[in-house]
């Protein structure tokens, strides 16, 4: 291992907090990085990797928030200390005296804690998991875990801790990082309860800028106690919402079945084990640290701002997880796509920099981008297509395109043996008009005209998912009768693993060529299409939008579209750009 690491820890890179943008952490603190020697990693098993720490190099100290990722060691220092230098290091854990095998589980967090001192045994080398902490204590360990120099000597301003006490400096420290509230006293040998650890725990990550405390939330539904919770604790509860950091109870519904419920306890007091493992599950699942791709595209000092259709947000899920660690907590990380046509306005507004869209834009937007003077540019970074599908009982099985148009256009159809189906009552469902679906009704079917009226009025699905619900639910039995319905080939699919929807429909062939990833991608399927990564044509070179475009085309923006559920463009498609 020693000889892996020789050499690598010369790279250096300290960035500062107003410089770098989207590696900045919390006010006062900063991201530095310390390069490993090429394809390192691969050498390393993922337990060496795990292992892998900062420390500065002059004293050793450790930095508590600090992990291997893509062939580099991150770590998270205040910036009183960013100029300091460091340098990875192999950080071995305590081996606790009283853990023995059937209690392992326990000391996991503690364990890799105390990688890095931020938590110790007693003189006897014991964890003591299940011993409750005082606040004192609480305090001392989170700001070890913050890594901020002590304020040895300084006064708290809490009347109930002596200067002299061995826990004063840890005191004033969290107080002064905002920690802990001011106050007049602090009750520093009072046990500290749940829902005071967790507040205490959030204010530190939001210090760091890797948690937002909104005062007005509140936790959902994951606490069966969740009533028990006190007013100001709530806030932080909603952050940290974390079924680890809950006591589990299996109990039984109503027909028998097991039935996982939570409990918040959060009067209870806190132990040593409760401490770590809040502590370590998000010290590990809170830091956005950039990849080598991220880097290289300059994604580490900037971020496009994206939107989409709801279809396509598993890119952007793919692709800040491909990009960073911790991906979701990046602080551009959208959780949701406005939908197509929102979307879209935004994008000619100028609200956000570009759009991963499964559609070509609607008539409507075409028209409003040319009010605005603004060009749209579509690129295309994957294959998707229009499909068309029924329930799955229905024994038809394709329709023409002329037979489509008529059913929408025209309501020319009620049953379906006149479309060479079964005798059975046609149940057409449509799409809202600002939808996506409804732009590519409006590209293939519609020509210049509207859905029919009585269409529209009976049986229009609001969202992409109803329309799965919808057409499984027309169903008939007297009268025997079945749905049609309309969407996007891969949201179908990607949709089944939430909804299970894909068991209780089939997808139709159009002009005797059914949907698959072979035809779509091929051509041979009539409503081929692309998803596209969609700019105002004015965007300049080099801008981070154009950068995504370009990442998408590689071979890690292709595997994005991979994990997305999507098709990746062919070789060729890919040689073409």
Known sequence: MKKLLRGAFAALFALGCLSV???????????VRVDLAPDAGLHMSWHEQEMLRLRYA?????????????????????????????????????????????????????????R??????????????????????????????????????????????????????AVATAKEYGIVAPDTSFAPGRLVSREELVTMAARMFARLGMARLDPDAAPGTLYQDADDISGWARPAYAEFEITSYAYSQTETDEEGAPLVSYYAYPQQPATREDAAELLGRN???????????????????????????????????????ALFRNGTHHPQYPAKHSK????????????????????????????????????????????????????????????TSKQISSIYVDNAYGNWSALGGPDALLYPYCRNNDSGSHAQMERHFLDGHEIHPAIRAETTSLSMQSVLTDVISAETQEPRGYGLGYSIYYYFWNADTVLGTAHDLKLLAVDGVGPTDETIADGSYPLSNNTYVVLRADTPAGAPARQMADFMLTEAGQDCVRSAGFGPLSPAALDSH
């Open 283 to 321: 010290m590990e699942n809170r830091p956005c640290y950039p990849s080598a791709a991220a880097r290289a595209f300059g994604f580490d000092q900037a971020m496009p701002s994206i939107d989409g259709s709801t279809s396509t947000h598993p890119f952007t899920d793919a692709v800040y997880g």
């Open 116 to 169: 890095t001192g931020v938590i110790t045994g007693n003189g006897k080398g014991e964890a003591l998991p299940g011993q409750p902490i005082t606040r004192a204590e609480a305090a001392a360990i989170l700001v070890r875990a913050l890594g901020v120099p002590m304020a040895d000597g300084a006064a708290s301003g809490y009347r109930d801790v002596p200067a002299d006490a061995w826990y004063a400096p």
């Open 340 to 399: 197509s046509h929102a979307s879209y306005e935004r994008l000619i507004n100028g609200e956000v920099d570009m759009l991963f869209a499964s559609v070509y834009p609607a008539s409507d937007i075409l028209a409003l981008a040319k009010e605005k003077g603004v060009e749209l540019e579509l690129i295309p970074i994957a294959y998707d297509a229009m499909v068309f599908f029924t329930n799955a009982g229905n024994p038809a099985t394709g329709l």
């Open 58 to 114: 002059d004293d050793k100290a450790p930095v508590p928030l600090s992990f291997y990722y893509d062939g580099s060691v991150f770590g998270t220092v205040p910036d009183v200390w960013k100029g300091r230098p460091v340098e990875a290091y192999q950080a071995e854990g305590l081996q606790f005296t009283d853990s023995t095998a059937e209690s392992s589980y326990r000391f996991h967090w503690l364990m890799e804690l105390s």
């Open 21 to 31: 943008g989207a590696l900045a952490a919390g006010e006062g603190f900063s991201t």
